[in-house]
């Protein structure tokens, strides 16, 4: 019996051991056809390479400086563009401005065609050179101050619990660059509004503003040109941040250079708006010493307009700002945008 059991229970063992044999060839057959696969790349490694590589690509590891640089080079071509395109409406806004004539659309035209038919078409763009040499450090100034305060405040985007914080940035930003380019904008001002025998060059300009009126000339109309930036600016990218967010959230597409274009012209609208009874004020006083006028401080600037001409004069022309304004900044704020872009994703490329 316990022979019978020795050789049942080696028998036992030796079927344990023939179904390891059999079995472990198999595993092992598995395992290495499971060997590439593991190896290679994982869906889920690959995954996180394309998420890295997109947030590399969107600047979020780019250093300051680049943003900085990538920024100054895109404002600076944004704004260009934009003055470019509408300085022939922006001349004719200014010399309604400065003047006592009631604006109308038919007004407008019969300025543009006077201007074409004395001066020549190229008048209409007359003082542009002065609003490039203006408008090329004063838009770079303006985004790269922009980006660079919402990086002081904190900001990501819209922050629905503070919004306030984001109009400040955009404020900042506006007082910021009124305040390193200011004379540029006084001198377009003035070469906007005389003709070409007056001030044929802008260092000519400068020079008889400095022999007849003295260094502090160059910043006459400052303090209004600031308080009209604060709610301008805050107004123009709180605004613009607040609907390319909103697009954000409830769209599926990122938006691109057509709807930047929309919410720029928007921002725009609403930008000048709100501040252009102080661009009046602030027009008036950068031109009263070469129209004879006397508007000295914000104050009396703006009682003798009120009593002279009533309260709609600090809204005249501004039909004509939400033609040009609207598309001056719809242009300046897409044009900045996809050139901001396409830099700093060359620069992830490269890296």
């Keep these: 019996m316990s022979g019978h059991a020795t050789r049942s229970g080696e028998g036992g063992q030796a079927v344990l051991e023939r179904i390891q044999v059999s079995v472990l060839p198999i595993a092992g057959k598995h395992t290495s056809s499971t060997l590439p696969t593991t190896s290679a790349p994982s869906m889920e490694r690959q995954d996180v390479d394309i998420i890295s590589k997109q947030k590399k690509c969107i600047g979020k590891e780019i250093s300051n400086t680049q943003r900085v640089w990538t920024s100054l080079i895109s404002g600076a071509v944004a704004g260009a563009l934009a003055k470019t395109t ?3 409406l922006d001349r ?4 309604f401005q400065i003047s006592k004539q009631p604006y109308s659309a038919r007004a407008a035209v019969g300025f543009l065609s006077t201007a074409m038919r004395t001066e020549g078409l190229l008048s209409l763009w007359r003082g542009n050179s002065a609003t490039m040499v203006r408008i090329v450090p004063y838009s770079a100034v303006q985004f790269t101050a922009h980006e660079q305060w919402k990086r002081i405040l904190n900001i990501n985007g819209i922050e629905r619990e503070k919004p306030w914080a984001s109009f400040l940035a955009g404020a900042l930003a506006g007082v910021t660059s009124q305040t ?6 006084l001198m377009r001002a003035r070469m906007a509004v005389t003709l070409k025998a007056e001030y044929k060059t802008l260092r000519q300009a400068f020079w008889r503003m400095y022999k007849e009126e003295g260094v502090l000339a160059s910043y006459r109309g400052f303090t209004a040109t600031i308080l009209g ?4 600016a805050g107004c123009s990218f709180f605004t613009y941040d ?6 954000s959230v409830y ?4 938006p691109g250079f057509s709807t930047s274009l929309i919410c720029g012209g928007i921002a725009g609208m609403v930008g000048q708006t709100s501040s252009y009874p102080l661009d009046i004020v602030r027009r008036r006083m950068q031109t009263s010493a070469i129209k004879g006028q006397h508007y000295h401080t914000i104050t009396s600037t703006i009682m003798k307009i009120y009593t002279e001409e009533g309260i709609m004069a600090f809204y005249k022309g501004l039909s004509m700002n939400w033609v040009k304004g609207p598309i001056a900044v719809g242009i300046s704020f897409a044009t900045h945008d996809t ?12 890296t």
């Excluded at 930036?229 to 301008?232: E, F, L, R, T």
């Design 251 to 254: 769209t599926v597409t990122i």
């Design 180 to 185: 390193m380019t200011y004379p540029l904008d």
């Design 86 to 88: 509408i300085a022939p």
């Design 242 to 247: 607040m609907l390319r967010n909103l697009l």
């Design 229 to 232: 930036a604060i709610p301008y």
């Design 92 to 95: 004719t806004k200014i010399n």
């Design 339 to 350: 050139i901001r872009d396409t830099l700093r994703k060359i620069i992830c490329e490269d």
